[in-house]
């Protein structure tokens, strides 16, 4: 008995510590491999193409096909399609033999409505389009929301603004409307502060089933998960207000970005500085540019990106881009995520960490974020 504990104490280590980490895909001329987070090649460089891990497995090209792989670098479903997307609720949606269609993580074809059009699945939920209406499908391949919407966009935060007869609304991801259809126009993104809207030429903040215009706005962008507060334009210049549309912060600067940590990017003019929650700037505006915080820290630039702590102590020289790859749209940073931040030099890219030390003191032709 204690044998068998023992054998299965061992095993369980090694499933979690195989499948429980994060991997970053690296490429050197141009063939493709995995990193950890230790900088040491967890999958060696042999594929001719690669992903990043989603959802627990990485689409890889063998051969000029696709399958994919565990984080084992074994091969989870063996390369046989002409193109793939990325595995997300436990489906991937694949072309072979000119025809798509979604397979499960065994591999076996899962079976759907007839729709005119695949879409890849997102936060539990697929579109399917029937004529002019969309509606949604599970990732067990049945109807969740019969075609009903003109138009559903992207689902963020497990939410997604629907459009019918020019009006929009927001449902969640079970096919609840949980915002009416009776806005000009509303926002991408589910916060539980709120979700800006227009009803026809009035901007304002919807909040617990609520419309709170937000007084002389002229636009409202959405709020950032965790923040009281979000940015709005009134007079051609930008201030912050809370979820019932009051103006915390008057209308003062040319440029903003979202709150993160008490923390906001704020531009007069073409220079960037931080302010805080009251509306004093607390990091003097001396950036040619200036992104979010994350993880207490926040990429700046002058002709190169940098990196700052909270109190504006540069901390990583301004020697780097960070840009291609990466995305901030929703409010998701450019900087930091689990400690490493993705950077490019003259040598190519890698990873640094908060003290700014480079990953295991190598660059990359090319590199991704590390993902689970």
Known sequence: MKT?????????????????????????????????????????????????????????????????????????????????????????????????????????????????????????????????LIGLIGPDGKVIL???????????????????????????????????????????????AGVEARQGETWGIVSNGTFNPVEGAEKVWGFNEGSKLT?????????????????????????????????APVANGKMWGYINEKGEMVIDATYRDAEIFAEGMAPVKDKKWGFIDKTGKLIIPMEYDITAGLSFVGGKSKGFKNGLVRVKSKKGWGFMDTSGKLLADKWFENAERFTE
């Open 146 to 192: 019969e075609p009903t919407y003109t138009t559903i966009k992207k689902f963020r935060n497990g939410h997604a603004k629907v459009r019918k007869e020019e009006q929009w609304g927001m449902i969640d991801n079970t096919g609840k409307l949980v915002i009416p259809i009776e806005y000009t126009a509303i926002g991408n993104q589910w916060a539980s």
């Open 231 to 263: 940015y709005a334009k009134k007079d051609k210049k930008i201030g912050f207000v809370n979820s019932k549309g009051e103006w915390v912060i008057q209308p003062a600067y040319d440029k903003a970005r979202s709150f993160v940590d008490g923390l």
């Open 4 to 132: 068998k504990h023992t054998l299965f104490l061992a095993l369980f280590a090694i499933s979690f510590f195989t499948f429980g980490q994060e991997l970053a895909l690296v490429k050197e001329a141009k063939i493709a491999g995995y990193i950890n987070k230790s900088g040491e090649l967890a999958i060696p460089i042999q594929f001719e193409d690669a992903e990043s891990f989603s959802d627990g497995l990485a689409a890889a090209e063998k051969d000029e096909k696709w399958g994919f792989i565990n984080p084992a670098g074994e091969w989870a479903i063996q390369p046989e399609y002409d193109k793939v997307k990325d595995f997300n609720s436990g489906v991937s949606l694949v072309l072979k033999n000119d025809e798509w269609h979604y397979i499960t993580k065994s591999g076996a074809k899962l079976e759907t409505p007839a729709s005119e059009k695949y879409f890849d699945f997102n936060d539990g939920v697929a579109f399917y389009r029937v004529g002019e």
